[in-house]
């Protein structure tokens, strides 16, 4: 009998895009990680921990200043509207001597305050710090709470004519918080379309307007305060005025980041903000 020859079926040739294409996938990732390790070493890390309002951090854009007293149970800010907004400083003692001289030596304008009231805050919190990112002027906050790393950031943009706080949780259904939006004197907002807060102006406080946009869960009305429970990231959009303030804001920002979808996308709008504090970044001298 005949025996059977078989050949031996040869591997293709390697090609030039065969070699090219995990070329391409590593120096991405490379380009990925390296622009994660350059973000992360812009931010400059504030040693002291809030106790009082002179501790605060400030975001500012041409027409709203804020001050940001962030801790783990509970984020406050005051809204400003300054004829000459504070200077961004990102020297921890400068910013500490330009807060203590607004509060104890600046004749004080009307204000109003939002505040965001932490509903995990009995479980301890570890590991908590303040930074600055000095080329586009977040403020941001870190902690964890057991194995949750839950990141806070705020920032006044005057493209946008607003101030926005990002909340973002490392596991899904962390967050949970209380929005609520006052003045001194005491002042009751109220709420509508479910997801804005509206304060009119009064004696001794601005008009202000807060639009709370969670990415994934709901939210429901407590009192005169907007409560998300169980969600992972969220974005709080806030506008101030003596008058009154834009009602158009979130309309605005949804023809800009998210165009032709009513309510807007809020993981579109952070990114475009994002985006365009990037593009300012670049292009500042």
């Not at 294409?21 to 390296?34: E, F, Q, V, Y």
């Not at 939006?181 to 001794?204: H, K, N, S, T, Y």
């Not at 475009?272 to 500042?284: P, Q």
Request: glycine share 6%; charged share 25%; aromatic share 6%.
């Amino acid at each position: 009998m005949r025996q059977a020859r078989f050949s031996a079926i040869p591997d293709p040739p390697l090609t030039h895009s065969m070699l090219e294409i995990p070329m391409k996938t590593c120096l991405a990732l490379a380009a990925c990680l390296g622009c994660a390790f350059a973000e992360e070493a812009a931010w400059l890390k504030i040693a002291t921990q809030p106790a009082t309002w002179n501790d605060a951090l400030i975001v500012a854009n041409p027409r709203q200043t804020a001050f940001v007293l962030d801790s783990p149970a509970e984020t406050r800010l005051r809204g400003f509207v300054l004829p000459s907004p504070l200077r961004r400083v990102f020297a921890e003692d400068q910013i500490r001597r330009q807060v203590a001289e607004f509060f104890t030596i600046l004749p004080r304008p009307d204000e109003v305050e939002l505040k965001i009231e932490w509903l995990d805050k009995d479980e301890r919190a570890a590991d908590h710090s303040r930074s600055i990112h000095p080329k586009d002027g977040r403020v941001r906050s870190v902690h964890r709470i057991g194995q949750t790393t839950i990141t806070r950031t705020a920032v006044a943009t005057g493209e946008d004519d607003a101030i926005f706080i990002h909340l973002l949780a490392d596991q899904p259904g962390a967050l949970s918080f209380r929005v609520t939006l006052g003045g001194p004197p005491a002042a009751e907002a109220r709420i509508e379309d479910r997801r804005q807060l509206i304060l009119p102006a009064g004696p001794g406080h601005l008009a202000a307007q807060v639009w709370v946009l969670p990415f994934e869960s709901d939210v429901a009305s407590e009192g005169n305060s907007i409560t998300v429970r169980g969600e992972g990231e969220a974005l709080i959009v806030w506008n101030f005025a003596p008058g009154k303030a834009h009602d158009t804001t979130l309309a605005t920002l949804g023809m800009r980041y998210d165009p032709g979808y009513l309510p807007p996308n809020p993981a579109k709008i952070w990114q475009g903000i994002l985006g365009t504090l990037r593009k300012s970044a670049e292009n500042s001298p």
